[in-house]
């Protein structure tokens, strides 16, 4: 049988706390080994002792077939491709469910950026601006998928041709908010989408602190975008710190209470940043070449564009139009440029013969 199951098995115990699983498996040697005792007094509390007495497998082999059925897979502590720096932390989940590519994680450098939902204009441009030079870098981005600062720094991730991976405090089959189902879509096709919570498990509050240390631990770094006062991402930032993880964030008005959040975590040693050297400058020993995407796919005639010589902005909108035919205004939303800089750049492109001007302010991919 495979080893899987007694992971599994084991992680589904779900009043018996991760910290005391991670225990058992030390006692034991594995979590075949917990599986096959039957005598659990004096080495854990009595109070979770007749949990770990059922040993039916049925909720285990049930995930495993949910898992397969949505194309997805399972990691656990034991397994090689378990993101090493995860694996470090004090309690690393026993298995993670996860959609989308494998990573290699040999000299992959991965930063969490997380912020506010409730994140101002300034808080938005300042994220955008940094997670896409980083990407451009080679950055490997994490977020948690949230609204706000999380999500600007998966899509302007995704924009650059970057890898991204989303952190979610539900399964990885439910997509929340629901208004992020295209973002979500769109993460596993460049990356991943990670849960340590089963199939079906709802974004239930007291999900996300669990969420927000896997976050923290999975990365280098972090990247606070814009936090006030009361916010998850000093939650966030106060697990990577516990882990020694590198606390990074962007500053603001004094006086804007947006971010007075962000301005306790300068004053208590985190690092200011303005530029994407201020973040790369502390990681000498890797490789932060600038990269650009050489090539996007039309998604409607399955024709290669070629990206060559293109700007950073003439990019982003060619890959918008490469997924549909696409109005003015609304080029203008989503790359978040201004009217007058979308329709520069639509006027390079159609001269270079890359767009073309269809019907009302629509353009397409020539």
Not at 179 to 192: P, R, T
Not at 204 to 226: C, D, E, H, W, Y
Not at 252 to 263: K, Q
Request: glycine share 8%; hydrophobic share 40%.
């Amino acid at each position: 049988m495979d080893d899987k199951i007694y992971w599994l098995w084991l992680s589904l115990k779900e009043h018996v706390p991760v910290e005391v699983q991670l225990k058992l498996i030390s006692v034991f040697g594995s979590p075949e080994a917990v599986y096959d005792c039957d005598n659990f007094h004096g080495k854990i509390p009595e109070k979770f002792e007749e949990e770990l007495k059922d040993k039916s497998l049925a909720d285990a082999k049930q995930v495993m077939e949910r898992i397969e059925a949505m194309d997805g897979y399972i990691l656990t502590l034991e397994d090689e491709e378990y993101p090493p720096n995860l694996k470090s932390i004090t309690v690393p989940p026993l298995v993670l469910y996860i959609r989308g590519r494998h990573i290699d994680w040999d000299g992959v450098f991965s930063l969490t950026v997380v912020g506010t939902r409730r994140c101002s204009d300034y808080g938005r441009r300042a994220t955008d601006m940094l997670v896409r030079e980083l990407a451009r870098r080679g950055v490997t981005i994490v977020s948690g998928m949230a609204r706000g600062i999380d999500a600007v720094a998966a899509r302007a991730a995704l924009r650059e041709g970057g890898s991204t991976i989303a952190v979610l405090g539900s399964g990885i089959d439910v997509i929340y908010p629901r208004e992020h189902e295209g973002l979500y879509y769109d993460i596993i096709e460049n990356g991943m989408v990670v849960s340590e919570f089963p199939p079906g498990t709802p974004p239930l509050k007291i999900n996300f602190p669990r969420r927000n240390r896997v976050m923290a631990g999975i990365s280098t770094g972090m990247l606070i975008g814009q936090a006030p006062e009361k916010s998850g991402a000093l939650i966030t930032a106060a697990h990577g710190v516990s882990e020694g993880r590198n606390v990074y964030v962007i500053p603001s008005d004094i006086y804007d209470v947006g971010f007075a959040g962000s301005l306790k975590l300068i004053s208590q040693g985190a690092k200011l940043v303005s530029r994407v050297e201020d973040i790369t400058e502390d990681y000498p020993y890797m490789n932060f070449e600038e990269r650009f995407k050489s090539e996007a796919v039309n998604r409607q005639t399955k024709k290669v564009v070629s990206l060559e010589g293109l700007s950073t902005a003439e990019i982003a909108i060619v890959e918008i139009l490469c997924k549909k035919d696409t109005h003015i205004d609304e080029l203008a939303r989503i790359s978040k440029m201004s009217s007058p800089e979308v329709n520069s750049v639509l006027v390079m492109l159609e001269l270079n013969g890359i767009v073309k001007k269809l019907s009302g302010n629509i353009y397409g991919i020539a």
